[in-house]
């Protein structure tokens, strides 16, 4: 089994999705998160998997960005901060509180909205749930969503513009700035 943690490798935890979710993948992939936010990607996995890549095996890899120096250096440097500040129990905390404040707007509005969170990574889709793959969340309404946006970006929160992007809280996001946006999510949600 393959595991895609471009978005949610060393984000939502220090093992990614598979430490929250125990899964052991035989092929991993992982993206800029691992470079600090720099152009980067990565794959891998066990042992006789790797082993067909050359020089030990018939397949050829190479990349402009492969092993870069300083996506590198910014990645480590990332995740020794995450681990000296443990963010990883950070983001938990501020996720969780964001999600709590959220399901509460979400239940006052009165509103078909699924909210979906793993760690620091959310997702409100304009529908009801559950949504769990492409065909779900198409039944989301686009409009409505177009309005919760553009009156959250009136009151200061900019959220990502597609119904189908995710959001992601921060180690820089304090819980008064979680808060805020939760307040701003329960006056839009009821202006709407």
């Known amino acids: 089994m393959a595991s895609d943690e471009v978005m949610t ?4 935890a220090r093992g990614g ?6 899964i052991k993948a035989d092929l991993t992939v992982l993206g800029k998160v691992m470079g600090g936010g720099l152009p980067v990607g990565a794959f891998g996995g066990r042992a006789e998997i790797m082993d067909q890549l050359s020089p030990d095996g ?3 890899q190479a990349g402009t960005l492969s092993g870069n120096p300083l996506a590198m250096a910014a990645g ?3 995740l020794r901060e995450l681990e000296r500040i443990d963010g990883w129990e950070l983001l938990e905390k501020l996720g969780a509180q964001f999600e709590r404040l959220t399901r509460e707007a979400i239940a006052d509005a009165k509103i078909d909205i699924t909210f979906h969170r793993t760690g620091s ?3 409100l889709f304009f529908a009801r749930g559950p949504i769990v ?3 779900n969340a198409k039944r989301s309404d686009l409009k409505m969503f177009a309005k ?5 970006l009136g009151r200061g929160v900019y959220f990502a513009p597609s119904q189908f992007e995710a959001g992601f809280i921060s ?5 008064d700035d979680v808060e805020r946006t939760a307040k701003v999510i329960g006056e839009t949600l009821r202006s709407i």
Not at 9 to 12: D, L, S
Not at 17 to 22: D, P
């Open 76 to 78: 480590l440097a990332q």
């Open 133 to 135: 793959d492409l065909a």
């Open 121 to 123: 990574i959310f997702c």
């Open 58 to 60: 018939p397949v050829y």
């Open 17 to 22: 999705a598979q430490e929250i979710y125990g």
């Open 148 to 152: 919760f946006f553009h009156a959250c």
């Open 9 to 12: 490798g060393f984000r939502v």
């Open 171 to 175: 180690t820089a996001h304090t819980p």
